[in-house]
């Protein structure tokens, strides 16, 4: 596909060769407490395939000139408190001199006691009593989904899990179950499917049954009596952390890190990069990601 000399992904000129793009933020970081909540996943944009973050359509692909420097920044996940709602993830994006700069924005930590952290993607919120529940914190679209709301009102305190790139997290089951995190969604940006960016699980008060993470990278979630969980957001898929429980053995999940990821035709590659990017090739076009900050110069 080629432009036509006119506006085209960010770039006004000559017409050039169709650069994709993959831009995944940081996911939150997973709250800790009675019936704390699952964080969000870090949004997600892409110029590749069909579908970009929050079910929203693929986005324009990017035109680069040659010459021209840009700069990847990759987020690092939102941090887990010891006691609280987590922190949000940071933001991963494509700059330049010529280019509208993408940017994703970093998923929402976990919530607690009615505070509701904001991102890319939402965050279920943790109850603010245990006679009360609480809501879930809205995606950003074009990017995530909402996160699921938590339920109290006596018994088992269960929190909604965090939202994903392509489907709300669960709300919470009072005297159930915690919410599951949303899923993320699969990109075949590298030549085969992957799925980034799904929302972390819930916690409860006293289920018997943990929530799980969404597809893409999400935390699981904890419970009171059954502690042992796998929190983390996967690192460099911008999986939500999980939340963590009220006993003091489990603190909710750390978000996992963003990742950027481009896509052009051999021919166009210069081969000038910084930051260490891994280099592959799928068919005649050349694949650069990006699991941490660095730059491209066409």
């Known amino acids: ?62 035109q680069f000139s040659s010459g021209t420097t840009y700069t990847i920044t990759v987020g690092a ?73 938590g339920a109290g009102g006596g018994g088992i305190v269960a929190s909604g899990g965090g939202g994903g790139a392509s489907a709300a997290g669960q709300d919470g089951i009072r005297n159930s179950k915690a919410g599951d995190g949303g899923d993320g969604l699969a990109v075949s940006i590298t030549g085969s499917p992957v799925t980034y960016a799904g929302g972390g699980g819930g916690s409860s008060q006293g289920s018997s049954v943990r929530a799980s993470g969404g597809a893409g990278g999400g935390g699981q979630g904890a419970t009171y009596f059954y502690p042992t969980s796998n929190p983390t957001g996967v690192a460099n898929t911008g999986g939500g952390g999980g939340g963590g429980n009220s006993n003091g053995q489990t603190p909710g999940g750390t978000g996992g890190s963003g990742i950027v990821i481009l896509r052009m035709p051999t021919s166009e590659y210069s081969g000038t990069t910084s930051g260490s990017p891994t280099v592959t090739t799928d068919g005649t076009d050349t694949i650069l990601k990006f699991t941490g900050s660095g730059s491209y110069t066409h």
């Open 1 to 62: 596909m080629f432009g036509q000399g006119l506006v085209f992904g960010g770039i006004a000129g000559a017409a050039g060769a169709d650069i994709f793009y993959l831009v995944v933020a940081a996911g939150g970081g997973g709250g800790r407490g009675y019936g704390a909540a699952g964080a969000g996943a870090g949004g997600l944009r892409t110029s590749y395939g069909s579908t970009s973050g929050g079910n929203s359509s693929a986005e324009t692909p990017l």
């Open 77 to 149: 996940g939102g941090a887990t408190p010891s006691s609280g709602a987590g922190s949000s993830g940071y933001n991963s994006l494509i700059s330049g001199s010529d280019i509208t700069t993408i940017t994703s924005l970093g998923g929402s930590g976990g919530g607690m006691n009615s505070v509701v952290p904001t991102g890319g993607s939402g965050g279920g919120l943790g109850v603010g009593t245990q006679k009360s529940g609480g809501w879930g914190a809205l995606g950003t679209p074009g990017q995530g989904s909402n996160g699921g709301d």
